[in-house]
């Protein structure tokens, strides 16, 4: 099928397992590692996809309130509920897209395979763009040999990896044309069994998949590689909106107050600063650069857009956000009454923990322009760590 022909890119992430074979407690999926849970260092491999138009999380249903947890400030499109098996599973996942997506492009991916890299991902979806299918798949570097001690050429085989990416309705199609053949343990070879040619994407060592206690040490050294800490610092205010009001947005919440503040989008004084504290941290301007008010795109805007924003391109450059501390200067209104939801939504904003969210409001004591209630202002500190 030709490029043309490809309206857009799906990612479907199975996570369904139970990961018994680590032998740990918690899901290997769930696992944290590097401050994050696997399935999370896995999902954030492919928010940046250009052409991206959704993805999909498998998941067992006991591990709702788990997934959830991993997921926090995603915009995701809902979990899709797995099967007893990875094949049922998947199945269950393509059953979700509707027709008009059929000639779209889906990548089957392992939730337990975190270090996918980008450029390995750009390759399979070129390489797709000729065919129907296509499989990362990584050569072989050691002697194989049979229960005989016969050595087996290895020049013949590879070590098949996912991404596997097809045509939606093709993978579709073989799934329900093998609907009760349990003899394919993953979806490429599902597609090949129907007659299609699988193309094969040369593939790195690193994408390894999480299977056992041991992989999961790995893991965790590969995710301790040095990095550096950068802090961000951003700075905004807002005036008072002379006109009466019933609310006013602070830090993505509405509290009850009789004055708004002004500004082109909604005037979320904390977000603004916040936004700004993330762009330090990437030497990547202000808010007013990137949505500027000229731009009527922004009137009335949601905030949280900007925030969102900011943190993609922070983790397009591998940062991780480790802690935020905001600080709001204001006579009125009190947030102490709204304080912990504040911090549930910017903990949910930021895919963080409740407590690496500091949040803190001080008065002016009636001093300047505060201290009139004139207006407001927000002071926030950003923690960031990126490879060296």
Same mark, same amino acid.
């Given at each position: ?16 397992g ?5 032998? =740990? ?7 944290r ?10 999902i954030?491999k ?5 052409? =991206? ?17 991993a997921?926090? $400030?995603?915009d ?17 996942? +393509? ?23 980008l ?5 399979? +979806? ?8 296509a499989? =990362? ?34 993978l ?11 003899r394919?343990?993953?979806?490429? $070879? ?17 994408n ?10 790995m893991?965790?050294? +590969? ?5 550096e800490?950068?802090? $961000? ?43 700004d ?8 301007g ?42 709001? +200067? ?37 001093? $300047? ?20």
């Amino acid at each position: 099928m030709s490029k043309e022909g490809r309206q857009g890119i799906h990612v479907l992430i199975a996570a369904a397992g139970s990961g018994s074979r680590t032998g =740990l407690s918690t899901p290997k999926q769930y696992r944290r590692i590097g401050g994050k849970m696997v399935l999370r260092h896995t999902i954030e491999k492919f928010i940046d996809l250009q052409g =991206l138009k959704s993805i999909r999380v498998i998941i067992a249903p006991e591990h709702a309130a788990l997934y959830r947890e991993a997921v926090q $400030g995603l915009d995701l499109a809902p979990p899709v509920l797995g099967a007893k098996t990875r094949k049922q599973s998947v199945y269950n996942g +393509l059953s979700a897209f509707t027709r008009a997506e059929y000639d779209d492009t889906v990548l089957i991916h392992d939730a337990a395979r975190p270090f996918v890299s980008l450029s390995s991902i750009e390759h399979l +979806l070129g390489a797709v763009q000729n065919g129907n299918a296509a499989t =990362l798949a990584a050569p072989v570097a050691d002697t194989l040999v049979d229960q005989e001690y016969k050595i087996i050429d290895r020049e013949k085989y590879s070590a098949v990896q996912t991404p596997q990416a097809f045509r939606i309705g093709l993978l579709k199609q073989a799934h329900e044309a093998f609907k009760n053949d349990d003899r394919f343990t993953d979806d490429a $070879g599902i597609v090949a069994a129907l007659g299609e040619i699988v193309t094969l994407v040369p593939g790195t060592r690193d994408n390894f998949k999480i299977t056992t206690a041991e992989d999961m040490m790995m893991a965790e050294r +590969l995710l301790a590689a040095p990095r550096e800490t950068r802090t $961000g610092f951003g700075y905004d205010v807002h005036a008072f909106d002379p006109a009466p009001a019933e609310k006013i947005r602070l830090g993505g919440i509405d509290i009850p107050h009789p004055k708004k503040l002004l500004g082109h989008s909604d005037a979320d004084v904390i977000l603004h600063a916040l936004t700004d504290a993330l762009l330090g941290t990437i030497g990547e301007g202000d808010i007013g650069q990137l949505f500027p008010p000229s731009d009527m795109k922004w009137k009335n805007a949601n905030s949280e857009l900007f925030v969102k924003e900011a943190m993609r391109r922070v983790h397009h450059k591998s940062g991780h956000i480790i802690h935020a501390d905001i600080t709001l +200067l204001a006579e009125a209104p009190k947030i102490g009454p709204h304080r912990e939801k504040m911090i549930a939504r910017l903990a949910s904003m930021l895919g963080l923990d409740a407590d690496r969210i500091g949040l803190k409001a001080t008065t002016m004591e009636g001093l $300047g322009f505060i201290g009139r209630q004139e207006g407001i202002s927000a002071q926030c500190v950003v923690t960031v760590t990126f490879p060296t």
